[in-house]
């Protein structure tokens, strides 16, 4: 009976999020163009992106914007601009780091200035859940993304894949601040996406 105590208590403290399984699709084509290249170009789409419970970011922006400025004036302000300014200063950073720290030992890297690669990988976010964390209760981080691949000389579409679910959360539930659990979730964008990558290279 202890025992089974026990294990509905930890099960409690496991965030719902935990329990959704991340889940990778390859939705076109194969990897395998990869065998041999050395670059890749990638690139970051936003656009069209649901935020939580809203279909549309900028609605989500300007919800968010409304209350901390009515807090404080001038709040709200700034953490659009912040809401802004982390997709290319924390979450792109996250993603190319884990990818290239695992790819790099098969020679393959990828950068947002690789001119000379042969082809181009475009991570389009479709939805970006936040999370929370107050302490007594929190949610994961995780977006839903997918990600395509073409051929730079003539735009040929190679591979295209969908990724579903990939969590971000801190280490112990240290992980107050709303940028640092997204970019954990682009994190795990990027080590996932270079565990599959590393098979066909």
Known sequence: MKKLFVLVLLLAMVPGAMLNAQKIKMKSGTLDFLKGQTSLLVKYDYSNMAVGKFTDEAEYIAKK??????????????????????????????????????????GLTCSQTA?????????????????YNVGVSRQNAYIDVEISFKKIADGEEVAVMSVDNCPGMGAMGYDFDTAFRIGESYAKLGKSLAGLVLKVL
């Open 65 to 106: 914007k409304a209350e901390y400025n009515e807090k404080e004036a001038g709040k709200g302000d700034k953490w659009a601009e912040a809401w802004v300014a982390d997709k290319s200063a924390k979450y792109e950073p996250k993603f190319e780091e884990l990818f290239n720290e695992y790819c790099s030992k098969k």
């Open 115 to 131: 001119d000379a690669a042969e082809y181009e990988m475009l991570v389009h976010t479709l939805f970006t859940e936040p999370g």
